[in-house]
Every structure is written in C-alpha cells, then in structure tokens.
T-cell receptor, first 113, second 111 residues
Framework: DADVTQTPRNRITKTGKRIMLECSQT?????MYWYRQDPGLGLRLIYY???????NKGEISDGYSVSRQAQAKFSLSLESAIPNQTALYFC????????????FGPGTRLLVL | DQQVKQNSPSLSVQEGRISILNCDYT??????FLWYKKYPAEGPTFLIS?????DKNEDGRFTVFLNKSAKHLSLHIVPSQPGDSAVYFC??????????FGSGTKLNVKP
C-alpha cells in the first residue's frame, strides 16, 4: 500500500463550487504539505503543517484553506473554485528525523471549468 | 520571483553517456538541496540530496555537485539509462521548514 494517498485522483468541477482534496499518510510523519504544479512553474507551496495544531501559509495560499484533522490527515479546500486553480495538486510528508526529504502522494488532477 | 531555477526545460542524451542537469538558486541561506525524479501520473520521488556545507555527494550512478559561490548545483547521471527518462526537479530547503522547487527538466535517454 502507498505511504501517502490522495483522493480523488482526478476531479472536474465548475467555477464557484467548493471542493476538498484529501491526503492521508501511514508514515507517521508530523509534517505535511500541499503543493500545486503548473507547467513551467514547478511545485509551489500552498500550505504546510508541522503538527495538528500548527498550520502555515505557503507561497500561494490565497483562495485555499486547509484542515489537519489528525496527524495522518491533511485536507485542502477550494472554497469557491476558479479556472486558474486548474492544476496538479500534490500532498507530501516529512519528519526531518534522519532525513530531510519529502514523500509525495500520486497527485490530484483538478480541472475547473 | 523564483528562488530556484532550472533553465533547461528538456535534455536528450544517448544511453550510456553522461546526463548533466543544472539548477541555480538565489538564496545563500538554503540548508539543503535535493533532487527529485518524477514519472508521469506519479508523485515526485527523492533521488539524492546535499547539505549546504558540502560540495559533492555521490550515490551509485548519481552525483550532485554544489558550487556555493556560483549558487549553482548540478546532477550527474553516469551512465544514463532509458529508465532514467523522467522529469527531474531541483529543490532547496530553507530554515528546515520550507522547500522551494525549480520548474523541472525533462530528461530523455535514447536507447
């Protein structure tokens, strides 16, 4: 089973709709992240969380919100989706205990019409 | 303004030859630099990293070089194999908190 899972894997929605992307991890890591990937721009950080009570904005948090429901779960919400939020979204985890790397989920492809 | 840049969107190399992927950064306070590999329909996977206090790290066919004075790092793959064909992202870690990613380089290794 995958260590970091994302649901849904693909989603089409309409402008103005509220949607939620979910991320779960079985690695036991404290730190979780949400990124979006756009062509030519790489991955940009939306939000990150270092534990259940700690939420931080990243580079591009406007239009997004997050919820850390448990150590293993970190969800990303688009309160009112707009077309320029069409992108590939990745969740990642890390713990910095002996390794500085991140572990990524498989991604969610979102299309906002 | 991007703090980590990969100026080559794509690179094509013959199997068995060396692949060199480049990355430039602007912030001299980055703690670590990492390379990730990404196949289509999958998330990025960690490949190799280097601390800002070192200038070279090697792991099998993969070597990362760091030139702090030039704010430049490179990933060398020797010998290149067709299975190395993927998008490679350079990333930098700031204050052990936040990661900054480059835009990626698509490597194609021809058989």
């Amino acid at each position: 089973d995958a260590d970091v899972t994302q649901t849904p894997r693909n989603r089409i929605t309409k402008t103005g709709k509220r949607i939620m992307l979910e991320c779960s991890q079985t690695k036991g890591h404290d730190r979780m992240y949400w990124y979006r990937q756009d062509p030519g721009l790489g991955l940009r950080l939306i939000y990150y969380s270092f534990d259940v009570k700690d939420i931080n904005k990243g580079e591009i948090s406007d239009g997004y919100s997050v919820s850390r429901q448990a150590q293993a779960k970190f969800s990303l919400s688009l309160e009112s989706a707009i077309p320029n939020q069409t992108a590939l979204y990745f969740c990642a985890t890390s713990d910095f205990k002996g390794s500085e790397t991140q572990y990524f989920g498989p991604g969610t492809r979102l299309l906002v019409l | 303004d991007q703090q980590v840049k990969q100026n080559s969107p794509s690179l094509s190399v013959q199997e068995g030859r060396i692949s060199i992927l480049n990355c430039d950064y602007t912030n001299s306070m980055f703690d670590y630099f990492l390379w990730y590999k990404k196949y289509p329909a999958e998330g990025p996977t960690f490949l190799i990293s280097i601390s800002s206090i070192k200038d070279k790290n090697e792991d099998g066919r993969f070597t990362v070089f760091l030139n702090k004075s030039a704010k430049h790092l490179s990933l060398h793959i020797v010998p290149s194999q067709p299975g190395d064909s993927a998008v490679y992202f350079c990333a930098a870690l700031y204050n052990f908190n936040k990661f900054y990613f480059g835009s990626g380089t698509k490597l194609n290794v021809k058989p």
